[in-house]
């Protein structure tokens, strides 16, 4: 087709898809161009100017990182015009920075640095007066302005993938600078991917600035173990110092150029667990085992270990606990009896090419950055239609959604019918699944969630011209009373529509778990039961007081099924004195040397592959595609699931919180780590204190099911309604529950 | 002319001779000989007669080590030094880390930190001199010529950690501001007639 654009570049003949510039194909095509501000994730910020090109018969130069080619046009990247053009930027971008290479936290791995060799630059020819620049300290991050040499990298990221919007270039000639937008101070997520993305030392963590050289760090490839989203990082171990040589980690590394982190990933490195061999906790925890009827754990575990855990749970006859990762297995498989696919179709680089996208039930920004930095990808660069349903506005995505569609709390399934009712309008559907439509009580579902028709025509009106459409599915739909009946429908619109749908698992290996083991339900009913970093009568844990200490996500080697579908490897990055799950397996006879011997042996009939730990990469390819681990297969089943009939929808009334964490705060290991900030306040609006009766920093006792806790009230004024936000980091045990609970607040009195 | 052949030559029989060796005395007589021979031939005052010949001249050149010393080079590579800067007295160091990194003995090691002004600060700085081989690659990297080998060659404490305290190591101020601190030419030091160097930078403004 004529889609394709047949160019050449230094006489090599070459072609670029739509929607490609000359850069893009120089870069896949392996011919060179300096760059100073170009980053790939974003859209060229065009500042440096470094990457120009000749084009034959046009005048002046052309910017090869914003410029698409036209059919037959004959480029030069390299001329004695261009090499001059290039060397008097980088003389330019020397002026008066400051010599101070050998402490700048750049330490060699510098841009400016490596393009000054480059281009020789050996004195400033230019001048200019210097001024003073005071360095700044924005909390986690740094910012030196001396050193800065506004590439623009900072912001474009900021405002294009992060969705923060946070950072903006002050202009003022040679006096500009990077500064906090509308704000005094930085008030952001602090993802610190400004950090990431800085090509010069301007930039820096606060907690790594000045502590260690690049060249002394050991890099160690992972894979983020907080949420869900499986992002790939790295990180950098050395020497704790004078006083020990034991390693530790001085930071989170990731490859910036393609992918992003969040602040709980970059920050939130320091959750390892200290231990020895303790020969008596062990023979406790073996004996405790051998007496146990059931053990409990949680999704911050590898596949490995719960293999393990399964093949332990076959030797003792004993039950497998994990509530989270049971009601995602019920509700992957009520989706999959629909669907047909044992996965759902969806990944995150399917919602970054998204123009249209539907995210329900989940506050995505906080439950999984990895998802909120692909829809905000989408919305700035394919201008994608963001559809967001959920009981409470979330002022981090504002800036990103187009439409926001407030749903009563507990009517999810119904809101989820009504969605389907929508987008399968014009689609040929089975007699069973048309009835069910057909039966459908529009006005008392319309009355019920509290979305009008016109809502969802102004949706279907701004979806109308979208092609690649994903559906994005959170925690409040798998955790929910009609959990079945709301897989089935989102089912059902993958199904017949062109729309694929994304699931977000809650934990790090929700996913991972509820494919390698076969998991019991649990009523608390047992008193025997052994929890592996979770609660129990016997206490195997990383994180807190336990009987037996284990190793933390980043003591042990292992792989996780991240939110893609695919599954990662992760490495230790330091090493664990205590005993692990392993020597436990090892003394009820179905151990093997190794943890990761068992990563072959994952159920293939689930979609995993028999590969050794060691021959799954962890790295992105050059150009950013990922093939980190490998993709889990398509796995068939039977279609035979079917739509049941709404019951009536549950009312929610009076005072209201919803658990959900504060940004970067994931659970018990994020609470340990020593950079990220802690609110454990309950945020409500105005609103809510007036109905509960609290003010502002009132200390209140809250209740809802079985549990009690104290906390302190924190009117918040970017909240809105009458539901307060309840952090569950720092509780002692997870919360699997449907995440909105009608409580009880009383105001406790100070002492 | 002196071509290559002549140290090829490995004919060399003709400048040699065989001194008179006498035969080893194979008999306990032959022994007994021997010993007498050496004991009344009087070689043993030819020693005794050089000492007192010495003793009497009073021309004695023995150096009184350790109440006297001898003067040692300069290059001399003995225990570290650390440098201040002459106009502000402040350390020189600015904790690079270039000398833990290229210490072939990795016997050099640091911890560094931002101080209160924004600016490095090395924390902690330890040589151990036990595994130190002296080699002066350290010196030879350090960019502000902070770190340097000194005189002091005398390893000699109780406890070896007596030598890696940068306390030790570092000039005292009295000494910097006393005009005692030894300076070094060559790569990165001040070199002399600096001052009639140094050009105006052409600047516009």
Same mark, same amino acid.
Request: with cysteine; hydrophobic share 35%.
């Given at each position: 087709?004529?889609?394709?654009?047949?160019?050449?570049?230094?006489?090599?003949?070459?072609?670029?898809?739509?929607?490609?510039?000359?850069?893009? +194909?120089? @870069?896949?095509?392996?011919?060179?161009?300096?760059?100073?501000?170009?980053?790939?994730?974003?859209?060229?910020?065009?500042?440096?100017?470094?990457?120009?090109?000749?084009?034959?018969?046009?005048?002046?130069?052309?910017?090869?990182?914003?410029?698409?080619?036209?059919?037959?046009?004959?480029?030069?990247?390299?001329?004695?015009?261009?090499?001059?053009?290039?060397?008097?930027?980088?003389?330019?971008?020397?002026?008066? !920075?400051?010599?101070?290479?050998?402490?700048?936290?750049?330490?060699?791995?510098?841009?400016?640095?490596?393009?000054?060799?480059?281009?020789?630059?050996?004195?400033?020819?230019?001048?200019?007066?210097?001024?003073?620049?005071?360095?700044?300290?924005?909390?986690?991050?740094?910012?030196?302005?001396?050193?800065?040499?506004?590439?623009?990298?900072?912001?474009?990221?900021?405002?294009?993938?992060?969705?923060?919007?946070?950072?903006?270039?002050?202009?003022?000639?040679?006096?500009?600078?990077?500064?906090?937008?509308?704000?005094?101070?930085?008030?952001?997520?602090?993802?610190?991917?400004?950090?990431?993305?800085?090509?010069?030392?301007?930039?820096?963590?606060?907690?790594?600035?000045?502590?260690?050289?690049?060249?002394?760090?050991?890099?160690?490839?992972?894979?983020?173990?907080?949420?869900?989203?499986?992002?790939?990082?790295?990180?950098?171990?050395?020497?704790?110092?004078?006083?020990?040589?034991?390693?530790?980690?001085?930071?989170?590394?990731?490859?910036?150029?393609?992918?992003?982190?969040?602040?709980?990933?970059?920050?939130?490195?320091?959750?390892?667990?200290?231990?020895?061999?303790?020969?008596?906790?062990?023979?406790?925890?073996?004996?405790?085992?051998?007496? /146990?009827?059931?053990?409990?754990?949680?999704?911050?575990?590898?596949?490995?270990?719960?293999?393990?855990?399964?093949?332990?749970?076959?030797?003792?006859?004993?039950?497998?606990?994990?509530?989270?990762?049971?009601?995602?297995?019920?509700?992957?498989?009520?989706?999959?009896?629909?669907?047909? *696919?044992?996965?759902?179709?969806?990944?995150?680089?399917?919602?970054?090419?998204?123009?249209?996208?539907?995210?329900?039930?989940?506050?995505?920004?906080?439950?999984?950055?990895?998802?909120?930095?692909?829809?905000?990808?989408?919305?700035?660069?394919?201008?994608?239609?963001?559809?967001?349903? !959920?009981?409470?506005?979330?002022?981090?995505?504002?800036?990103?959604?187009?439409?926001?569609?407030?749903?009563?709390?507990?009517?999810?399934?119904?809101?989820?019918?009504?969605?389907?009712?929508?987008?399968?309008?014009? +689609?040929?559907?089975?007699?069973?699944?048309?009835?069910?439509?057909?039966?459908?009580?529009?006005?008392?579902?319309?009355?019920?969630?509290?979305?009008?028709?016109?809502?969802?025509?102004?949706?279907?009106?701004?979806?109308?011209?979208?092609?690649?459409?994903?559906?994005?599915?959170?925690?409040?739909?798998?955790?929910?009373?009609? /959990?079945?009946?709301?897989?089935?429908?989102?089912?059902?619109?993958?199904?017949?529509?062109?729309?694929?749908?994304?699931?977000?698992?809650?934990?790090?290996?929700?996913?991972?778990?509820?494919?390698?083991?076969?998991?019991?339900?649990?009523?608390?009913?047992?008193?025997?039961?052994?929890?592996?970093?979770?609660?129990?009568?016997?206490?195997?844990?990383? +994180?807190?007081?336990?009987?037996?200490?284990?190793?933390?996500?980043?003591?042990?080697?292992?792989?996780?099924?991240?939110?893609?579908?695919?599954?990662?490897?992760?490495?230790?990055?330091?090493?664990?004195?205590?005993?692990?799950?392993?020597?436990?397996? *090892?003394?009820?006879?179905?151990?093997?040397?190794?943890?990761?011997?068992?990563?072959?042996?994952?159920?293939?009939?689930?979609?995993?592959? =028999?590969?050794?730990?060691?021959?799954?990469?962890?790295?992105?390819?050059?150009?950013?595609?990922?093939? @980190?681990?490998?993709?889990?297969?398509?796995?068939?089943? =039977?279609?035979?699931?079917?739509?049941?009939?709404?019951?009536?929808?549950?009312?929610?009334?009076?005072?209201?919180?919803?658990?959900?964490?504060?940004?970067?705060?994931?659970?018990?290991?994020?609470?340990?780590?020593?950079?990220?900030?802690?609110?454990?306040?309950?945020?409500?609006?105005?609103?809510?204190?007036?109905?509960?009766?609290?003010?502002?920093?009132? *200390?209140?006792?809250?209740?809802?099911?079985?549990?009690?806790?104290?906390?302190?009230?924190?009117?918040?004024?970017?909240?809105?309604?009458?539901?307060?936000?309840?952090?569950?980091?720092?509780?002692?045990?997870?919360?699997?529950?449907?995440?909105?609970?009608?409580?009880?607040?009383?105001?406790?009195?100070?002492? | 002319?002196?071509?290559?052949?002549?140290?090829?030559?490995?004919?060399?029989?003709?400048?040699?001779?065989?001194?008179?060796?006498?035969?080893?005395?194979?008999?306990?007589?032959?022994?007994?000989?021997?010993?007498?021979?050496?004991?009344?031939?009087?070689?043993?005052?030819?020693?005794?007669?050089?000492?007192?010949?010495?003793? $009497?001249?009073?021309? $004695?050149?023995?150096?009184?080590? #350790?109440?006297?010393?001898?003067?040692?080079? #300069?290059?001399?590579?003995?225990?570290?030094?650390?440098?201040?800067?002459?106009?502000?007295?402040?350390?020189?160091?600015?904790?690079?880390?270039?000398?833990?990194?290229?210490?072939?003995?990795?016997?050099?090691?640091?911890?560094?930190? $931002?101080?209160?002004?924004?600016?490095?600060?090395?924390?902690?700085?330890?040589?151990?001199?036990?595994?130190?081989?002296?080699?002066?690659?350290?010196?030879?990297?350090?960019?502000?010529?902070?770190?340097?080998?000194?005189?002091?060659?005398?390893?000699?404490?109780?406890?070896?950690?007596?030598?890696?305290?940068?306390?030790?190591?570092?000039?005292?101020?009295?000494?910097?501001?006393?005009?005692?601190?030894?300076?070094?030419?060559?790569?990165?030091?001040?070199? #002399?007639?600096?001052?009639?160097?140094?050009?105006?930078?052409?600047?516009?403004?």
């Amino acid at each position: 087709m004529s889609k394709l654009i047949n160019f050449t570049i230094d006489g090599k003949a070459v072609t670029a898809k739509k929607g490609e510039t000359i850069l893009t +194909v120089a @870069r896949r095509e392996g011919i060179y161009i300096p760059t100073m501000c170009y980053i790939s994730k974003t859209t060229p910020c065009a500042s440096c100017r470094m990457c120009v090109v000749e084009a034959a018969g046009v005048d002046g130069l052309v910017l090869s990182c914003n410029t698409p080619p036209t059919n037959g046009i004959a480029i030069t990247t390299n001329s004695d015009v261009l090499e001059q053009e290039r060397t008097n930027i980088m003389k330019l971008y020397d002026v008066n !920075h400051p010599l101070e290479c050998g402490v700048c936290d750049k330490s060699g791995e510098c841009d400016l640095q490596n393009k000054t060799l480059e281009f020789d630059v050996a004195q400033q020819n230019f001048s200019a007066k210097d001024q003073h620049r005071q360095i700044e300290n924005w909390g986690l991050i740094n910012y030196d302005p001396a050193l800065c040499i506004l590439c623009e990298k900072c912001v474009h990221v900021c405002n294009e993938v992060i969705g923060d919007d946070a950072i903006d270039l002050q202009f003022g000639g040679y006096k500009s600078k990077v500064i906090p937008k509308n704000s005094d101070t930085l008030d952001c997520t602090f993802c610190g991917e400004c950090i990431a993305v800085c090509p010069v030392g301007a930039l820096v963590s606060s907690d790594f600035k000045y502590t260690a050289n690049a060249w002394e760090l050991t890099r160690i490839p992972a894979t983020c173990a907080h949420c869900s989203g499986g992002c790939s990082l790295e990180y950098e171990t050395r020497h704790t110092g004078i006083s020990s040589k034991d390693d530790t980690i001085y930071r989170v590394k990731n490859n910036f150029e393609f992918t992003s982190l969040c602040g709980a990933g970059r920050f939130g490195f320091d959750f390892d667990n200290k231990a020895s061999k303790d020969a008596v906790a062990f023979a406790n925890a073996v004996e405790a085992l051998k007496n /146990a009827k059931a053990i409990r754990f949680s999704s911050m575990i590898t596949n490995e270990e719960v293999l393990i855990l399964q093949r332990l749970k076959e030797k003792l006859g004993i039950k497998l606990y994990n509530e989270d990762a049971r009601k995602f297995g019920s509700f992957m498989d009520a989706y999959a009896s629909i669907s047909g *696919k044992k996965h759902y179709s969806a990944t995150l680089e399917a919602v970054k090419q998204a123009d249209g996208i539907i995210v329900i039930g989940s506050m995505i920004a906080t439950d999984n950055p990895a998802v909120r930095y692909a829809i905000t990808t989408a919305a700035k660069h394919n201008g994608a239609k963001i559809i967001y349903a !959920h009981p409470i506005e979330d002022v981090l995505m504002q800036n990103t959604i187009t439409q926001f569609l407030k749903y009563e709390v507990g009517t999810e399934e119904g809101v989820m019918a009504l969605l389907a009712k929508y987008l399968l309008e014009n +689609v040929e559907l089975s007699y069973e699944e048309k009835a069910f439509f057909d039966d459908l009580d529009d006005g008392y579902l319309s009355a019920e969630t509290n979305i009008g028709e016109e809502e969802f025509t102004l949706m279907m009106k701004s979806l109308t011209r979208t092609k690649n459409r994903v559906l994005v599915v959170g925690n409040d739909l798998i955790a929910h009373k009609e /959990a079945q009946n709301i897989a089935k429908l989102a089912a059902v619109i993958e199904k017949y529509t062109d729309i694929s749908v994304l699931v977000v698992p809650r934990d790090v290996n929700t996913l991972g778990v509820s494919l390698t083991c076969k998991l019991d339900y649990d009523d608390n009913s047992l008193l025997n039961v052994v929890g592996y970093n979770d609660k129990g009568s016997f206490v195997i844990s990383s +994180v807190g007081e336990a009987d037996l200490a284990a190793p933390a996500l980043n003591q042990q080697e292992g792989t996780f099924v991240s939110i893609d579908n695919r599954v990662v490897p992760t490495n230790s990055a330091l090493a664990f004195g205590g005993y692990e799950l392993l020597d436990l397996a *090892k003394v009820f006879g179905i151990g093997k040397k190794d943890t990761i011997d068992f990563t072959k042996e994952l159920p293939v009939e689930n979609g995993f592959k =028999a590969v050794e730990f060691d021959l799954l990469e962890n790295f992105l390819a050059p150009l950013g595609e990922d093939i @980190r681990g490998y993709l889990l297969d398509v796995v068939e089943v =039977a279609m035979d699931g079917s739509l049941d009939e709404l019951d009536s929808l549950p009312e929610f009334n009076g005072t209201i919180i919803y658990n959900v964490n504060p940004v970067l705060q994931f659970n018990a290991y994020t609470n340990i780590t020593k950079q990220l900030e802690r609110e454990t306040t309950l945020r409500g609006s105005a609103q809510f204190g007036a109905a509960a009766r609290v003010s502002d920093g009132d *200390k209140v006792e809250i209740s809802f099911a079985d549990k009690t806790f104290i906390r302190t009230f924190k009117q918040d004024k970017s909240l809105k309604g009458t539901i307060a936000l309840n952090p569950t980091f720092d509780l002692d045990e997870s919360i699997n529950s449907y995440r909105f609970q009608k409580s009880k607040i009383m105001r406790v009195n100070h002492e | 002319m002196s071509n290559i052949e002549q140290f090829k030559n490995r004919n060399v029989s003709e400048e040699y001779f065989l001194v008179d060796i006498e035969d080893y005395p194979t008999d306990g007589w032959g022994k007994f000989k021997r010993v007498v021979k050496r004991t009344f031939q009087g070689e043993l005052f030819v020693g005794l007669w050089v000492v007192l010949r010495e003793m $009497i001249k009073f021309d $004695i050149h023995t150096v009184q080590y #350790p109440k006297e010393k001898m003067p040692i080079g #300069p290059r001399y590579r003995a225990v570290h030094e650390m440098k201040r800067l002459w106009e502000s007295g402040t350390e020189r160091c600015i904790g690079c880390g270039l000398c833990e990194k290229i210490c072939i003995s990795d016997c050099i090691r640091m911890e560094t930190k $931002i101080d209160e002004n924004s600016r490095k600060e090395v924390s902690e700085y330890s040589i151990n001199l036990g595994r130190c081989i002296f080699c002066g690659y350290c010196a030879e990297v350090c960019p502000e010529l902070a770190i340097t080998h000194g005189g002091r060659y005398e390893n000699a404490s109780e406890q070896r950690a007596h030598f890696v305290m940068y306390e030790d190591m570092l000039t005292p101020i009295d000494m910097l501001k006393a005009g005692q601190q030894q300076e070094f030419e060559g790569f990165g030091a001040i070199t #002399p007639h600096e001052d009639e160097r140094v050009k105006k930078t052409p600047l516009a403004y």
